[in-house]
Nanobody, 121 residues
């Protein structure tokens, strides 16, 4: 199995910053992509930032210029630096990774349990 464990969420005032981390562990042959989604109450889960297959970052328009995704390939970890947070960023943030566990099995997507980010006005 593959586990994704997020950390770094919490409560912050508007204008503040948080840094989320997500570490993948388990039986991992390769990781194709890693990224972050979020889901606010009453809304659908939406993309925040991911790395494409080519390794380029891809951001939602709502976070461009404020959030930065980065990755530590050696440690199968992805980060999300979130600056200039506003109440609309309040959501549960989920880490996701597209993983090939062994050379013989197809790749599949895995999700973390989520970490709550709350931005107060």
């Amino acid at each position: 199995q593959v586990q994704l464990v997020e950390s770094g969420g919490g409560l912050v005032q508007a204008g503040g910053s948080l840094r989320l981390s997500c570490a993948a562990s388990g039986i991992i042959f390769s990781i194709k992509t890693m990224g972050w989604y979020r889901q606010a109450p009453g809304k659908q889960r939406e993309l925040v930032a991911t790395f494409t297959i080519s390794g380029s970052p891809n951001y939602a328009d709502s976070v461009k210029g404020r959030f930065t995704i980065s990755r530590d390939n050696a440690n199968n970890t992805v980060y999300l630096q979130m600056n200039s947070l506003n109440p609309e960023d309040t959501a549960v943030y989920y880490c996701t990774a597209t993983v090939r566990r062994t050379p013989l099995v197809p790749i599949r997507d895995y999700w973390g349990q989520g970490t709550q980010v709350t931005v107060s006005s």
